[in-house]
């Protein structure tokens, strides 16, 4: 099964208070059977939410870097010297050590996904500062015919497992090409606004919002196509085969 939903996944806390839903995971070859450990490289990638006027425990990880993205609300991050607020459409990559906290000040729940990437073995972080950036901050660029890509982060920003972290939109009746992925690599499409057809191999998914594809692999191919009167937003994450 390569689509799930956040609500199919159980609930954890993280940050102390930090409510998550774990939708994809590595594979795990001493727990082959858990649900949604499906991801070749990357560690977890969870939907969570801080209720209204809570604050996560302030935390660091030695062993993991961590990749924030907003999906609605507004919050206040702060990390060292960093104090900011974030809002909807805002990543934060923080870096392996860090101490850091997410606040909701608002009365409106806070939500955002998070994903994990574990230090492989001699592998050093390259970012020692955590940074925030939101997806309009980036100039549009389009390919596969019709994605609307919105880069958020690159290796260059510090990424460690991943190659791509981004917003992609497609416009309201449009397909993008078919093309195809092997299974040594992670892409996964999670839809925030809108909804489309995700057709992975022979399996047609309805793609809603809170819905987590993953296309790798996809044999001919896989492509996302809008066959509504609105456009679609999804966030995307890759570890591409380089
Ligand atoms: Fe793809």
Redesign the pocket.
């Known amino acids: 099964m390569q689509i799930r939903n956040w609500l199919q996944s159980p609930s954890s806390l993280t940050h102390g208070n930090i409510i998550k839903r774990e939708i994809f995971s590595k594979k795990d070859p001493d727990n082959p059977d858990k649900e949604g450990a499906i991801l070749n490289y990357v560690d977890s990638f969870s939907r969570c939410y801080l209720e209204p006027r809570i604050a996560s425990v302030p935390a660091a990880f030695d062993d993991r870097q961590l990749i924030f993205y907003v999906v609605d609300g507004q919050g206040v991050f702060e990390a060292g010297d960093v104090k900011q607020d974030v809002q909807e459409g805002d990543g934060i990559i923080v870096p392996p050590g860090l101490t850091h906290t997410l606040t909701n000040e608002a009365n409106a729940p806070l939500e955002f996904l998070i994903l994990e990437e574990v230090l492989p073995d001699g592998v050093e972080a390259s970012r020692k500062d955590a940074l925030i950036r939101n997806y309009r901050e980036s100039t549009l660029g389009q390919g596969?015919w019709t994605h609307l890509v919105h880069p958020i982060f690159s290796q260059d920003d510090g990424l460690v497992t991943m190659h791509s972290v981004l917003v992609v939109r497609i416009e309201a009746m449009q397909t993008p090409d078919t093309?195809?992925?092997d299974d040594n690599m992670d892409?996964v499409w999670y839809m925030l606004e809108g909804n489309g057809i995700h057709v992975v191999s022979q399996n047609v998914y309805r793609q809603r919002p809170g819905d987590a594809v993953s296309?790798a692999p996809?044999s001919p191919?896989?492509t996302l196509i809008n066959d509504t009167d609105e456009p679609l937003k999804t966030f995307y994450f890759?570890r591409y085969n380089r």
């Open positions: 596969h093309h195809g992925h892409e296309v996809s191919g896989h890759a």
